[in-house]
């Protein structure tokens, strides 16, 4: 049986997800030891969980809140992601089930669909859920747990900046449509090259919608970045 805390731990992740403004809406420990009719240490031992996770910020009389993180922390994380996202492509070409690519498929047209629609936030959906499936889909459980990490950072960030990005700006010159073709002709090479690119396209994005700076050429590296 899952243990209090972690399942506390939990709760409080989709609470905090939940908040309607992360930049006002705090939480306090006994709010949440009356939600939880628990005493106070299972629920300190929560809101360890998810600081060593960088989901929250506990300050003195000021209570619980979304950590908000750095321009900086984002752009080394998609540098970090477009190499283990590139290795799950690789992984998944040589032994991803037709199933499984055909579920990609779907997410990708999803992902287009609510692109062409203008919705940004089911277009960040889809995206979201495009990559989980990708990574599924290499099976590898060390790597599913490292990238389950850096998801709930991108989530984070999504709170406190309310668009994606890589949805919100120009379409991606490396689209999911070409990454899924790859795939379904098991070209291992194509297929880590496309993801590579597609993630750091993304990662430059983001940084010219942050900071108004256009970035040449895309994947420049974060030790270029000094300014964020």
């Not at 599924?136 to 989530?155: D, E, H, K, W």
């Not at 449509?177 to 396209?201: K, Y």
């Not at 983001?206 to 970045?225: C, D, F, N, Q, W």
Request: a positive charge; glycine letters at 6%.
């Amino acid at each position: 049986m899952q243990e209090r805390h972690r399942q506390i731990a939990d709760a409080i992740r989709v609470r905090l997800f939940a908040l309607p403004d992360p930049t006002c809406d705090r939480l306090t420990e006994e709010e949440l030891v009356r939600q939880f009719k628990v005493s106070r240490t299972p629920v300190r031992e929560a809101l360890k969980v998810l600081e060593v996770e960088g989901l929250i910020e506990r300050r003195k009389n000021r209570g619980i809140s979304l950590r908000q993180p750095s321009l900086q922390e984002m752009a080394e994380m998609y540098d970090v992601r477009a190499a283990l996202e590139g290795f799950a492509g690789r992984v998944a070409a040589e032994r991803a089930p037709a199933q499984g690519l055909s579920r990609l498929a779907k997410l990708a047209r999803r992902y287009r669909q609510a692109r062409e629609r203008g919705n940004a936030r089911v277009a960040s959906r889809a995206d979201l859920a495009f990559h989980d499936e990708l990574i599924g889909l290499a099976g590898n459980g060390v790597l599913l747990r490292i990238m389950a990490s850096f998801s709930l950072q991108r989530q984070t960030f999504l709170r406190w900046h309310r668009e994606d990005a890589a949805v919100a700006g120009q379409d991606s010159p490396f689209p999911h449509e070409e990454i899924v073709a790859a795939l379904q002709t098991r070209n291992a090479d194509e297929s880590e090259r496309l993801l590579r690119a597609h993630i750091q396209w993304a990662r430059q994005a983001l940084i010219e919608r942050s900071t108004g700076i256009r970035l040449h050429p895309v994947g420049m590296p974060a030790k270029e970045l000094s300014y964020v």
